[in-house]
């Protein structure tokens, strides 16, 4: 079964930085390709970053520069390195994987920015 679990979410001043973690089990966690999404309130949950098994990175335009994603796959956990963080940043901060055609997702950490 799989099994998501973030954390490191909290409440920052807008500038600072959170670093969210994301413990996975339940797959062969190096073959696979791992996301961050982000849900704000109100909005539709939206694609942050993306890292593959070959640690090739993506990110949406949004946080181009200022958040960084990455993975230790000796400890099956992704990270979101998230700095110079602003008030339309707050939302929910989910990790998901896909496997057997399947969508994955834990069930969040909330990062709240005040501006």
């Known amino acids: 079964q799989v099994h998501l679990v973030e954390s490191g979410g909290g409440l920052v001043q807008a500038g600072g930085s959170l670093r969210l973690s994301c413990a996975a089990s339940?797959?062969?966690?190096?073959?696979?390709?791992m996301h961050w999404y982000r849900q704000a309130p109100g909005n539709q949950r939206e694609l942050v970053a993306t890292i593959t098994s070959a640690g090739s990175t993506d990110y949406a335009d949004s946080v181009k520069g200022r958040f960084t994603i990455s993975r230790n796959n000796a400890w099956n956990r992704a990270y979101l390195q998230m700095n110079n963080l602003k008030a339309e940043d707050t939302g929910v901060y989910y990790c998901?994987?896909?496997?057997?055609?399947?969508?994955?997702w834990g069930r969040g950490t909330q990062g709240t920015v005040s501006s």
């Open positions: 339940g797959i062969n966690f190096k073959i696979h390709t």
């Open positions: 998901g994987t896909r496997r057997t055609n399947v969508d994955f």
